[in-house]
């Protein structure tokens, strides 16, 4: 089956030299893909530049992205309207610098526009604007794609995570997304639009269902 996974996190430029991005290594993702092109399937792996994971890659067919834009545009040219599997596994950033302001002594507000920022203005206030969403694409660029999308959440509960997965498979229109984070606790969940839900317990059962997954396409 041919296969798109995306892995590592995206960042986006505060100025010409610092970038806001996360902590992803893109090990998840590029694990995966290995797991994938060793089972038999034909991977293209979409890895971020700043992905730290740096263990021996299988798949062939490998691209780099920056920042979310880059990623979206990345997918866009290999959509098709064949079978495809698309893990969108990358932890894109869901912001970037709308504008940067300092404070004067009356409390207003004023621009800052620089190459790099320095600390000589002092405290700086930082509009965060959100990034466009790529995965509700994915299902108009991949027609017959069978889609899995990620939800990693840090606040509430495992109820509301799996909530918040829920709602991503209905408003992203995608077949399946993995849940995982502090909210989820141990281990991972895997949610598919027929309502079926399981619970894996490490990395290694995810990655074996995913594989799953694909050859059930």
């Known amino acids: 089956m041919r296969c798109i996974v995306t892995a590592g996190p995206t960042w986006e430029p505060l100025d010409g030299v610092r970038r806001l991005t996360n902590f992803s290594t893109g090990s998840l993702g ?3 893909a290995n797991r994938l092109v060793l089972a038999g399937h034909s991977v293209t792996l979409l ?3 700043t992905a730290v994971w740096n263990s021996p890659l299988a798949a062939v067919n490998v691209q ?3 920042t979310a834009a880059s990623l979206g545009a990345a997918l866009q040219q290999l959509a098709t309207e064949d079978p495809v599997v698309v893990f969108h596994a990358a932890a894109v950033g869901d912001f970037f610098c709308g504008g940067v302001w300092s404070r004067d002594s009356t409390g207003t507000l004023d621009p800052v526009r620089a190459g790099k920022l320095s600390t000589r203005t002092g405290p ?3 509009e965060l604007s959100p ?3 790529i995965l509700p694409q994915l299902p108009r660029w991949f027609p017959k794609g069978r889609i899995v999308g990620w939800k990693y959440e840090m606040d509430g509960d495992r109820a509301a995570a ?3 997965a829920r709602d991503q498979l209905q408003t992203a229109g995608t077949l399946a997304c993995v ?3 502090a909210a989820y606790g141990p281990g991972f969940g895997l949610l598919l639009a027929d309502g079926t839900q399981a619970s894996l317990p490490d990395r290694p059962s995810l990655v074996a269902r995913l594989e ?3 050859r059930e396409a």
Request: aromatic share 12%; charged share 10%; no cysteine.
């Open 131 to 133: 990034t466009p969403k």
């Open 162 to 164: 799996l909530q918040a």
């Open 64 to 66: 780099s992205f920056s």
């Open 47 to 49: 890895l971020s530049e």
């Open 30 to 32: 590029g694990e995966l």
């Open 179 to 181: 849940v995982n984070g």
């Open 124 to 126: 700086l206030w930082v």
């Open 212 to 214: 799953t997954f694909a």
